[in-house]
C-alpha cells in the first residue's frame, strides 16, 4: 500500500497491527514511516520513541527521530535526545559516535558552529588509534560534504577543516578549497547586498555571475543574464550617474567580487562614463552662446536615440535647411567649437560634424577674403587722409614763416 502511494490504507492497517503487539519493534517502525511521509510529524513522534526504546541500537530509528526533530524545527527535544544517548552508551565507541554525529548535524542546522567544534572534541577524545581517526575522519568528511551540497559552507569548512587535521588526502583537501572558496563568495555578496550606494540592477548581475554553479539549466541563466544587460543599458541612458556611482562603488569596495567578471564590468563602467561625460557636455552646450540654433539643434538630433529613421531623416533636411539660413561664418565656428571642447558630442556622429564643417569651410573663408579687402581698402584710405593732413600742416607752417 505504501508503494502504491495508499498512506491512509496503509496507516490504517499499521494502526491495528500496533494495537495488536504494542510491544512489537517493526511495527512501531512503519507506522511513524507513514506518518512522517504524510509529514505529521506529531503522530510519528511517539511511535519512534517507543522504537528506539525497544531496539535503542537501531541507527535509522535514530536518524529517522532526529529528521523528524529538524523538519519540525524542533532542535532542543533533539539535542536532549542524542545528549542522553551519548550519556548512555559511554561504554560502546560506536553508538556513542552515532549519537554525536547526529548531533552534529542538528547543530549544523541550527548554525552552532562553536558547538559543532565541542561535539568534534569528545569523539576525539574517544579515540584509540590511528583507524579511529581515520574512520571519524572520513565520517567526517562525508558531513561536510553534504552540508556543501547543502550550501551550509561555513559548517563545511569548518567540518572538512577538523577532518583535514585528522586524515590529509586529495578528496578532503579539495572539498576544503571547494567550501573556503563559496564561504568566501557568500560572504563578500552578502556585503554587496547590504551596500545601498549599488543599485538592485547591478546587485542582480553580480548575483547570476557569482552563483551561476546554483543554474542547471545554463540557457535559462543566459536568458537572466542578458535581460539584467539590458535593464542596465537602459538604466545607464536614463540615469547614467547612478549607474556609474554603483560601478566605482563595486571597483573600490567590493574589488574581489569586480574581478570576478572584470571585463564585463568593466565595459559597463566605460559605457557608463561615456554617457554620463556626453550628458555633462550637452548641459555645458546648452549655455553656451557661441553655439548657433542649427548646431544646437543637431545635437539634439543626434542625442534622441527614439527616432525612427524616417524620422531622424524628416529632421535632419529641417536642421540642414535652416543651417543655410544661418551666417556661414557663425555655423562654421560652432562646428569648431564642438569638434574642440565637446569631443564626446563630436564621436556621436564625426562623419555628419564634418561634412558640415567642410561644406561651410569655403564659405567662411571667402568671408574672411572680402573681410580682408575691405580692410586693405580701409588702410589705404587712412594713408591718404593722413599723407594730406601732414601737407596741409607743413603748408600753415610754411605761410606762417613767409610772413615773417
Known amino acids: 500500500m505504501y508503494y502504491d502511494n495508499k498512506i491512509d490504507e496503509a496507516i490504517k492497517y499499521a494502526t491495528e497491527l500496533v494495537d495488536m503487539c504494542p510491544r512489537q519493534y517493526e511495527y512501531c517502525k512503519y507506522i511513524a514511516t507513514l506518518y512522517m511521509n504524510k509529514e505529521e510529524y506529531t503522530k510519528a513522534e511517539p511511535y519512534l520513541i517507543s522504537a528506539n526504546e525497544m531496539k535503542p541500537q537501531d541507527e535509522t530509528v535514530i536518524e529517522y527521530l532526529i529528521d523528524l526533530y529538524l523538519y519540525s524545527g524542533d532542535y532542543k527535544k533533539a539535542i536532549v535526545f542524542l545528549q542522553n544517548g551519548i550519556d548512555n552508551y559511554t561504554e560502546n565507541k560506536h553508538m556513542k559516535s552515532i549519537y554525536c554525529e547526529n548531533l552534529i548535524k542538528v547543530y549544523i542546522s541550527q548554525g ?21 581517526e581515520k574512520e571519524l575522519a572520513n565520517k567526517l568528511y562525508e558531513i561536510a560534504r553534504d552540508s556543501y551540497k547543502m550550501e551550509l559552507y561555513k559548517a563545511a569548512v569548518l567540518i572538512a577543516a577538523r577532518s583535514k587535521r585528522l586524515l590529509e588526502n586529495r578528496q578532503i583537501n579539495e572539498l576544503y578549497r ?9 560572504d563578500l555578496y552578502n556585503s554587496l547586498e547590504k551596500d545601498s550606494r549599488i543599485l538592485d540592477q547591478v546587485k542582480s548581475l553580480v548575483n547570476y555571475y557569482v552563483f551561476s554553479y546554483k543554474y542547471e539549466n545554463q540557457d535559462e541563466l543566459t536568458r537572466l543574464i542578458n535581460e539584467k544587460n539590458r535593464e542596465i543599458e537602459i538604466l545607464i541612458e536614463k540615469s547614467s550617474e547612478q549607474v556609474l ?30 554617457i554620463n561625460k556626453l550628458q555633462e557636455e550637452y548641459t555645458t552646450m546648452d549655455t553656451d552662446v557661441k553655439i548657433c540654433l542649427g548646431v544646437y539643434k543637431l545635437v539634439g538630433l543626434l542625442m534622441d536615440d527614439d527616432l525612427t529613421d524616417e524620422q531622424y531623416n524628416i529632421s535632419y533636411e529641417k ?18 567649437r564642438i569638434k574642440n571642447r565637446y569631443f564626446k558630442i563630436y564621436d556621436l556622429n564625426p562623419e555628419i560634424i564634418d561634412e558640415i564643417e567642410e561644406k561651410f569651410k569655403p564659405l567662411e ?16 584710405g587712412l594713408g591718404c587722409i ?19
Open 112 to 132: 552552532e558552529i562553536d558547538a559543532i567544534n565541542q561535539v568534534i572534541d569528545r569523539i576525539e577524545n574517544n579515540l584509540v588509534d590511528e583507524d579511529d
Open 245 to 274: 556611482r554603483s560601478m566605482l562603488v563595486l571597483k573600490k569596495y567590493h574589488s574581489e567580487l569586480f574581478n570576478y567578471k572584470k571585463s564585463r564590468y568593466e565595459d559597463i563602467l566605460k559605457r557608463a562614463e561615456d
Open 386 to 404: 593722413s599723407l594730406f593732413m601732414i601737407i596741409l600742416v607743413l603748408y600753415i607752417i610754411f605761410s606762417i614763416f613767409t610772413k615773417l
Open 178 to 186: 571547494k567550501a573556503e572558496h563559496r564561504l568566501n563568495i557568500h
Open 365 to 380: 573663408k571667402e568671408v574672411k577674403k572680402n573681410k580682408n579687402s575691405f580692410d586693405e581698402d580701409r588702410k589705404f
Open 319 to 336: 536642421i540642414k535647411k535652416e543651417l543655410d539660413s544661418e551666417r556661414p561664418q557663425q555655423v562654421y565656428s560652432s562646428v569648431q
